[in-house]
C-alpha cells in the first residue's frame, strides 16, 4: 500500500481530507501530539489514541542523542520500542540542533553540534538524517533543512532558504524510494512572499508527497504568522497534504486550518497539562489558582475525559498542589482530548459548510472565560 491523500470537502480554504498510510488512515486536519523521548510525557500510547490521535511526531534530534537511532532500530523500530503502532512522523532534528544543542558549526555539508546531554559531538547531514528517520521507522520523513534565527535581513533569510533547497535536493536522493512511505518538503522564506514563492517552486520541481510550511512559530507572533498563512499554502500544491510545524494554540491551530493547513504538532498541550494549564471551551484554566480548593465541579461539565468525568477541580488542584504524578497525567489527557476534539469538530464543520459559524461559535465560548468561581 503506499502512502496517500485524499481531500474530501473544501470550505473556504480550510480543507478535510484522510493522509492513508499502511500504518493507518490520518484524519485531516490533523494535531500531532509531541512524542519527544519516544513518549507523550506523562501518557500511555493507548491513552494517547483514546483521545483521538490518529499520529504522533518524534524528535531525530533527541533519540539520536538517546537511546541512538541504531539501538532503536536493533530494538525493532520506533513503533515497536514506544509501543504505538499508528503513524509517525518524525523531524529532520534540524530546528532542534538550532535551538538545544552547543558550539555549532553550520557548512555546505551540514551541521556538527555538541550534545545538550553529555557534550559529544555529532554530525547531523540530509543524508544522514534521512539514515535516522530510516532506522526509526517514521512512516512520514521530514527534509533537512536549516530554519534562520529570527530577527534576519532578508538577505540572510534568502541564502539561508537556498541551503534549505538544496539539502532538500539532496535529502530526496538520499531518501530514495520508500512506498508506503512519505517525505515531506519544508518551504522556508520568512515573512517574505517571494521568497516563499521561490522555495515552494524548488520544492516542488523536487517533487514530495507533503509539504510543510516552516520557519513559523519561532516567535514572530500570531498576526506575522497568519500573514505568511493567508498566501503560502496557496503555493503548494492542491493534492498535497500542508503541514505546519509546531502550531500551537487553539486559536493558532483554527486560524492556521482556516488558512488551508493540514496538519499541526506542539508540545503546549501535554507540556501545560504538567504546569497546571488546562485549555478548555472557555479559555485557559489555571488549576493552582486556589479558587479551585473547595470546587466540586468539573474542569468541563461539556468534556467526556476521564479528568472532567470522574474528578473535580477540587481534587485536580490538590493533586497538583501536592505534585502527584496523577495531576500531569489527568491534565495532559484532558488537553489532549480538548485539542482533539477541536480537531473533530472542524472535520464535521469543514465537511458541512460550515466553518465560518463554527469558528465564531469557537472565539465566543473562549471570550466567555471560565465559569464563575463558587
Ligand atoms: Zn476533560
Redesign the pocket.
Known amino acids: 500500500m503506499r502512502f496517500g491523500f485524499e481531500k474530501l470537502a473544501q470550505d473556504g480554504a480550510a480543507r478535510a481530507g484522510v493522509i492513508r498510510t499502511p500504518r493507518g488512515d490520518i484524519r485531516t486536519p490533523a494535531f500531532m501530539p509531541v512524542g519527544t523521548a519516544a513518549t507523550v510525557k506523562a501518557m500511555m500510547p493507548e491513552s494517547v489514541r483514546a483521545t483521538g490521535a490518529d499520529i504522533l511526531l518524534g524528535n531525530t534530534y533527541h533519540l539520536m542523542l538517546r537511546p541512538g537511532a541504531e539501538r532503536i532500530d536493533r530494538l525493532g523500530g520506533l513503533h515497536r520500542f514506544m509501543n504505538w503502532e499508528r503513524p509517525i512522523l518524525t523531524d529532520s532534528g534540524g530546528f532542534q540542533v538550532m535551538s538545544l544543542a552547543g558550539l555549532r558549526k553550520l557548512t555546505e555539508q551540514g551541521v556538527t553540534f555538541k550534545s545538550h546531554i553529555d557534550g559529544s559531538k555529532h554530525e547531523l547531514t540530509p543524508e544522514r538524517s534521512m539514515e535516522i528517520q530510516r532506522l526509526l521507522g517514521s512512516d512520514i520523513v521530514m527534509c533537512f533543512d536549516e530554519c534562520p534565527a529570527l530577527p534576519a535581513t532578508d538577505k540572510a533569510v534568502a541564502e539561508s532558504m537556498r541551503l534549505s533547497m538544496r539539502w532538500a535536493a539532496r535529502s530526496k536522493e538520499a531518501f530514495g524510494d520508500r512506498p508506503g512511505h512519505a517525505l515531506f518538503g519544508i518551504m522556508q522564506g520568512g515573512v517574505t512572499p517571494e521568497l516563499r514563492e521561490e522555495s515552494a517552486e524548488a520544492l516542488k520541481a523536487i517533487g514530495f508527497d507533503g509539504y510543510a510550511v516552516g520557519g513559523l512559530a519561532v516567535g514572530e507572533g500570531q498576526e506575522a504568522m497568519f500573514g505568511v498563512l493567508d498566501y503560502a499554502p496557496g503555493f503548494l500544491p492542491e493534492d498535497r497534504p500542508r503541514y505546519l510545524m509546531g502550531v500551537g494554540k487553539p486559536d493558532d491551530i483554527v486560524g492556521a486550518v482556516k488558512r488551508g493547513i493540514d496538519m499541526m504538532d506542539c508540545v503546549l498541550p501535554s507540556r501545560s497539562g504538567r504546569t497546571g494549564q488546562v485549555f478548555?471551551r472557555h479559555g485557559v484554566v489555571n488549576i493552582k489558582n486556589a479558587r479551585h480548593q473547595d470546587d466540586p465541579r468539573?474542569?468541563?461539565e461539556a468534556?467526556?475525559?476521564?479528568?472532567?468525568?470522574n474528578y473535580s477541580r477540587a481534587y485536580l488542584h490538590h493533586v497538583f498542589r501536592s505534585q502527584e504524578i496523577i495531576s500531569s497525567m489527568l491534565l495532559t489527557?484532558?488537553n489532549l482530548?480538548?485539542f482533539q476534539q477541536i480537531m473533530s469538530e472542524m472535520r464535521a464543520a469543514i465537511a458541512d459548510g460550515q466553518f465560518e459559524a463554527w469558528e465564531a461559535a469557537f472565539h465566543a465560548g473562549r471570550a466567555e472565560g471560565d465559569i464563575d468561581p463558587l
Not at 468534556?303 to 468525568?309: D, E, G, L, T, V
Request: aromatic fraction near 14%; charge should be neutral; hydrophobic fraction near 25%.
Open positions: 478548555t468539573p474542569l468541563d468534556c467526556i475525559c476521564p479528568a472532567c468525568r489527557w484532558h482530548h480538548y
